[in-house]
């Protein structure tokens, strides 16, 4: 087996990043961890708990955890990282940087510029982890992992908090398919969830994109089988379809974006495409921003499954000649 994928155990934290030294050293060097005054030791933690996080089997190879590396947000999850350990620096610098957006943020999901502005103040004082009255390991911050930007981090757990209040006047009921047969749970074992209503979200959110998928055009469907089933090239795609390599890129981006507007209308109405009847309760903005950020957080999806590999000819054929 080559030295790539030689598998590197999970429960072992200083194993885990052994292999790949010179990647850690170089994202170290990169950041502002120093400028925070972020120690090593509390640099590698942070990585390992977003290693921890992302990956639930009790082993990956060097070459899938320097491919997941190579995804996070450093820079964000340095930042985090920091303020949470209490760097005033650093969350000086959260404020100065942070805080119009959240309150901008917080504007738009409640609609509201003085809710907003409550909501955002609120979500501060946590961060800062005063919820007892101190600083400390209080702050959301440590579920914050830089798998994606702080950004858009913030703004997902500012409308998880709006939500929060939706809830106390609105009731939530198992979401079920057509038939009347509930969808399955995600798998979240492994996981501490800062929502428990998280499996329900990812729940809707893959029924609403697999009857938005179907009802894609048939060439729109076949790109996004290609490139996210079978992991095609843009080249090879192209050679498939018989299209220019940059006709392909564009078709995608706008096979991407439609599904998206479908998904999130179908999320919106609780209607699937071409139906009359709601399929679940409709959803606002807020909870509809969630959804997509679990969705893009835990990747629950396969798309192997969404577009089940045909049998070629020459297996139908065996499997006939067998009969």
Same mark, same amino acid.
């Given at each position: @087996?080559?030295?790539?994928?030689?598998?590197?155990?999970? +429960?072992?934290?200083? #194993?885990?990043?052994?292999?790949?030294? +010179?990647?850690?050293?170089?994202?170290?060097?990169?950041?502002?961890?120093?400028?925070?005054?972020?120690?090593?030791?509390?640099?590698?933690?942070?990585?390992?708990?977003?290693?921890?996080?992302?990956?639930?089997?009790?082993?990956?190879? !060097?070459?899938?955890?320097?491919?997941?590396?190579?995804?996070?947000?450093?820079?964000?999850? $340095?930042?985090?990282?920091?303020? @949470?350990?209490?760097?005033?620096? &650093?969350?000086?610098?959260?404020? !100065?940087?942070?805080?119009?957006?959240?309150?901008?943020?917080?504007? &738009?999901?409640?609609?509201?510029?003085? &809710?907003?502005?409550?909501?955002?103040?609120?979500?501060?004082?946590?961060?800062?982890?005063?919820?007892?009255?101190?600083?400390?390991?209080?702050? +959301?911050?440590?579920?914050?992992?830089?798998?994606?930007?702080?950004?858009?981090? =913030?703004?997902?757990?500012?409308?998880?908090?709006?939500?929060?209040?939706?809830?106390?006047?609105?009731?939530?009921?198992?979401?079920?398919?057509? %038939?009347?047969?509930?969808?399955?749970? $995600? %798998?979240? #074992?492994?996981?501490?969830?800062?929502?428990?209503?998280?499996?329900?979200?990812?729940?809707?959110?893959?029924?609403?994109?697999?009857?938005?998928? *179907?009802?894609?055009?048939?060439?729109?469907?076949?790109? =996004?089988?290609?490139?996210?089933?079978?992991?095609?090239?843009?080249?090879?795609?192209?050679?498939?379809?018989?299209?220019?390599?940059?006709?392909?890129? !564009?078709?995608?981006?706008?096979?991407?974006?439609?599904?998206?507007?479908?998904?999130?209308?179908?999320?919106?109405?609780?209607?699937?495409?071409?139906?009359?009847?709601?399929?679940?309760?409709? @959803?606002?903005?807020?909870?509809?921003?969630?959804?997509?950020?679990?969705?893009?957080?835990?990747?629950?999806?396969?798309?192997?499954?969404?577009? +089940?590999?045909?049998?070629?000819?020459?297996?139908? *054929?065996?499997?006939?000649?067998?009969?």
């Amino acid at each position: @087996m080559p030295e790539d994928h030689q598998p590197i155990p999970l +429960p072992e934290p200083a #194993s885990s990043l052994v292999s790949v030294k +010179p990647q850690v050293d170089s994202l170290y060097s990169a950041s502002r961890a120093s400028e925070w005054s972020l120690s090593r030791e509390q640099f590698e933690s942070a990585i390992r708990r977003s290693v921890r996080r992302r990956f639930t089997a009790c082993s990956i190879t !060097r070459e899938e955890l320097e491919a997941y590396l190579d995804t996070l947000h450093i820079d964000d999850l $340095v930042l985090a990282s920091a303020c @949470m350990q209490g760097s005033q620096s &650093a969350w000086a610098y959260f404020v !100065r940087s942070y805080r119009p957006y959240l309150r901008a943020s917080a504007a &738009a999901i409640t609609r509201n510029s003085l &809710a907003g502005n409550d909501l955002a103040d609120s979500l501060f004082a946590e961060l800062y982890g005063l919820t007892d009255g101190k600083q400390g390991e209080a702050s +959301p911050f440590r579920y914050f992992h830089g798998r994606s930007s702080l950004k858009t981090w =913030l703004r997902t757990v500012l409308a998880q908090r709006h939500v929060d209040q939706l809830r106390k006047t609105r009731r939530w009921e198992p979401l079920e398919r057509e %038939d009347g047969t509930e969808v399955p749970a $995600v %798998d979240e #074992s492994s996981s501490i969830p800062l929502d428990p209503y998280r499996g329900l979200y990812l729940r809707r959110f893959l029924y609403a994109l697999t009857v938005c998928l *179907a009802a894609l055009g048939t060439e729109d469907r076949r790109r =996004l089988e290609l490139y996210y089933a079978r992991e095609k090239t843009l080249a090879e795609i192209g050679r498939i379809l018989r299209e220019h390599e940059s006709s392909v890129s !564009r078709n995608l981006e706008r096979a991407r974006k439609e599904l998206r507007h479908k998904v999130e209308e179908s999320l919106r109405s609780g209607l699937s495409p071409g139906s009359a009847s709601p399929g679940f309760p409709s @959803m606002s903005d807020a909870e509809i921003a969630v959804c997509f950020e679990y969705a893009a957080e835990d990747a629950p999806i396969d798309f192997r499954q969404l577009f +089940p590999k045909k049998p070629s000819v020459k297996s139908e *054929a065996g499997r006939k000649e067998s009969s």
